[in-house]
């Protein structure tokens, strides 16, 4: 079974940033996500609030926002690590939420959009004050 891992959560001050990670449980030259392109995005998700795409990447680093955010997020990867970064800047109490890493295989399309993907981590939490 493959797992996604994410880290780098915390609590932060309105202003601050964060770094966000999401690894393959277990990687290796052989795994599951090496076999495939594969295309990443984070979502956010706060209490009573619909499921948010933030950030999307490609195989080959092509990426995309939402314009709502402004600039302020960057996503990035590494792909022989088969890991996932999220950079989270200019943080506001709005931003407050549990941030997800999610991917599917065999995919060279960007989307924002929940029902794009197979695989899902069970989250890092974000919380600004």
């Known amino acids: 079974h493959v797992q996604l891992v994410e880290s780098g959560g915390g609590s932060v001050q309105a202003g601050g940033s964060l770094s966000l990670s999401c690894v393959a449980s277990?990687?290796?030259?052989s795994t599951w996500f090496r076999q495939a392109p594969s295309t990443y995005s984070w979502f956010r998700q706060a209490?009573?609030?619909?499921?948010?795409?933030?950030?999307?990447?490609?195989?080959?680093?092509?990426?995309d926002y939402p314009h709502t955010l402004s600039g302020r997020f960057t996503i990035s990867r590494e792909n022989a690590k088969n890991t996932v970064y999220l950079e989270v800047n200019s943080l506001t109490p709005e931003d407050t939420a549990m941030y997800t890493c999610?991917?599917?295989?065999?995919?060279?399309?960007?989307?924002?959009?929940?029902?794009?993907?197979?695989?899902w981590g069970q989250g890092t939490q974000v919380t600004v004050s």
């Open positions: 999610a991917a599917v295989r065999a995919c060279r399309t960007l989307s924002l959009q929940s029902d794009t993907y197979y695989y």
């Open positions: 209490p009573g609030k619909e499921r948010e795409g933030v950030a999307t990447i490609d195989p080959d680093g092509k990426t």
């Open positions: 277990g990687y290796t030259h």
